[in-house]
């Protein structure tokens, strides 16, 4: 019997560490979650039903972000109820930090892959995922002196 994993993401650069992990999608009864943008509508042909969406917003948006954040942690526990992954895996970044906290309420290994993009500081997500995850893997050996706990495994590319 395979494995249940979700692999979430927001968009962007995150989205794109995480589907370079798409060879392992078989492997596993997989689900993905990200955050819906005009730019990202195609992977619902490509993934059909493996696929749910979150409300896109950052932080840049002040003014509708804590509503976003609190809709999103809200469709985030129904996704994760109608999903129930043993396993999520994760590349960031706030779209993450909800369905990792549920996850690990309610029993799921956390394994958190900190960003390409940091090679001397920390991602916000990374700290506030850190002390939770089960496996927190960083790409760049300097992330070691700031993640001493962390597993390098080295470029996602």
Not at 100 to 124: D, L, V
Request: hydrophobic share 40%; net charge positive; proline share 3%.
């Amino acid at each position: 019997m395979k494995k249940n994993v979700m692999f979430i993401s927001s968009t962007g650069g995150h989205l794109n560490e995480m589907l370079q992990l798409e060879k392992l999608f078989d492997k596993y009864d997989y689900h993905i979650v990200t955050e819906k943008t005009k730019i990202n509508l195609n992977l619902k042909n490509k993934y059909k039903n493996k696929i749910d969406f979150l409300v896109f917003g950052t932080k840049d948006f002040m003014l509708t972000y804590p509503f976003k954040l609190l809709y999103n942690c809200f469709k985030s526990l129904y996704i994760y109820l109608k999903v129930h992954p043993d396993y999520i895996i994760t590349t960031g970044a706030h779209t993450a930090g909800p369905m990792c906290c549920i996850g690990k309420i309610f029993g799921s290994k956390i394994i958190y892959i900190e960003s390409f993009a940091n090679i001397s500081s920390k991602t916000i997500t990374g700290k506030l995922l850190y002390p939770i995850a089960d496996m927190f893997i960083v790409q760049w050996e300097s992330m070691l002196m700031l993640y001493p706990d962390a597993v390098y495994g080295g470029w996602i590319f």
